[in-house]
T-cell receptor, first 113, second 115 residues
Framework: NAGVTQTPKFQVLKTGQSMTLQCAQDMNHEYMSWYRQDPGMGLRLIHYSVGAGITDQGEVPNGYNVSRSTTEDFPLRLLSAAPSQTSVYFC????????????FGPGTRLTVT | AQSVTQLGSHVSVSEGALVLLRCNYSSSVPPYLFWYVQYPNQGLQLLLKYTTGATLVKGINGFEAEFKKSETSFHLTKPSAHMSDAAEYFCAVSDRQTGANNLFFGTGTRLTVIP
């Protein structure tokens, strides 16, 4: 049981490049989410999903796209990377409806130059 | 709207001393409350949670927290700090208005333990 996995662990992009951050979970959780963590700002919700085919925006969705074609996977796409997207990105999942307890992946550290 | 305030971005305690990390929240509906811990270069790990029932909740590693509705607080405590407790701690409140499982996080408190 691997829990929540994320790839890559580290990534450096140039401004304007696109990329996809991968997230997968093997706990059969319906709910999945993406957060970004910036110093002094805690974690902010980017996008979330309550099941396959259902996604919605969180607090800071601009510049990011998501899709949810399977229960297990929830990739995050950066369409045209900007330096402001330099951050650590965390994927999380939980049972749904459930009690909101979320399980986090190890994170992806992204630098945009 | 939900929000979380963590007082003190940095807290230092001596090994063996009491740990007290403060968290206040605002929520228009009865909240679920959480404390997460993050060790360097790792993801977040759940320490404890309050959903319903007993207001004093115990978590892993000897931590506990008390839900005080009248004070809108959920402070985290540990009677005796250990060097291994050095980490960043995040308080979070549930967003029960959207019907999803979203959480709002505080800005975090970095705990330093002095030998």
């Amino acid at each position: 049981n691997a829990g929540v996995t994320q790839t890559p662990k580290f990534q450096v992009l140039k401004t304007g490049q696109s990329m996809t951050l991968q997230c997968a979970q093997d706990m059969n959780h319906e709910y999945m989410s993406w957060y970004r963590q910036d110093p002094g700002m805690g974690l902010r919700l980017i996008h979330y999903s309550v099941g396959a085919g259902i996604t919605d925006q969180g607090e800071v969705p601009n510049g990011y796209n998501v899709s949810r074609s399977t229960t297990e996977d929830f990739p995050l796409r950066l369409l045209s990377a900007a330096p402001s997207q330099t951050s650590v990105y965390f994927c999380a999942s939980s049972s749904y409806p459930g009690t909101y307890e979320q399980y986090f992946g190890p994170g992806t550290r992204l630098t945009v130059t | 709207a939900q929000s979380v305030t963590q007082l003190g971005s940095h807290v230092s305690v001596s090994e063996g001393a009491l740990v007290l990390l403060r968290c206040n929240y605002s929520s228009s509906v009865p909240p679920y409350l959480f404390w997460y811990v993050q060790y360097p270069n790792q993801g977040l790990q759940l320490l404890l949670k309050y959903t319903t029932g007993a207001t004093l909740v115990k978590g892993i590693n000897g931590f506990e927290a008390e839900f005080k509705k009248s004070e809108t607080s959920f402070h985290l405590t540990k009677p005796s700090a250990h060097m291994s407790d050095a980490a960043e701690y995040f308080c979070a409140v549930s967003d029960r208005q959207t019907g999803a499982n979203n959480l709002f996080f505080g800005t975090g408190t970095r705990l330093t333990v002095i030998p």
